[in-house]
């Protein structure tokens, strides 16, 4: 081989070590920033929320840069799985149907469901109380699957959206009697609001384990232990050191992370 290919072969070995460090220093993770208070954009535009947060403060942990991919709720395993992004960093519950596609670090938090409804609603059996009557829930959520096998069945009209924003919306408008989502989504991005003025939470807690499982963890590609394992490590790192509860107070005065 001549000095030129010498040179070459060099040059492109040197330029895959560099894409693969690169690689290896950052991570794409994708958000949906539609989900107050986890997730949202401020009035500027930019990303905001727990969850965001939270984020940044395992990249910084791990020492690799967050690249923030933001998209739909549903489009998120999809992208995992034909590698648009890395990693899935988006109030995504770890469930063993979730399971059979991905791979989940230890949870972040855990938190219930909740009905939301009109003020001075009554909502002792969802399942029969809700019987001919119009519930909304995020499409592809664990709230989604719930209200597919659980109320639908009995009788429920179960209206799907892209956002559960659309869903309280509707809500509002009263084209839906109910919502089903995350208690503090529904609280802090819904019922304190202006918006949310006239209704309130209704009923049990919805926290089902077949269902919504061990908390929110971070989901990455079947197989990839590498970054399941450097994720679990500054999970770990980032509670211990006074991190996490430094972000957490930032948006609720109590703890989030559950038992």
Known sequence: MNKTGLLLGALTISACSAMA?????????GIEAAYPPFSYRTPQGELAGFDYDIGNALC???????QWVIQEFDGMIPSLKVRKIDAVLSSM??????????????????????????????????VTDLKRKRVGVQRASTYDR????KLEPAGVEVVRYASQNEAFLDLVAGRLDATLADIVNTTESFIKTPAGQGFALAGPDISDPQYFGRGAGIAV?????????????AIAAIRANGTYQQVQGKYFPFDIYGQ
Do not use: W
Request: proline share 3%.
């Open 146 to 149: 719930f209200a597919t096998e």
């Open 21 to 29: 460090q690169a690689e290896q220093d950052s991570l794409r993770i």
């Open 221 to 233: 590609r079947k197989g990839d232990s590498a970054n399941l394992a450097r994720l679990n490590a």
């Open 60 to 66: 910084a942990q791990m020492q690799v840069k967050c």
């Open 93 to 126: 519950s770890i469930t063993e149907d979730r399971l059979k596609s991905v791979d989940f670090s230890d949870k972040y938090y855990h938190t219930p469901g909740k009905f939301a409804m009109k003020a001075g609603s009554q909502l002792n059996d969802p």
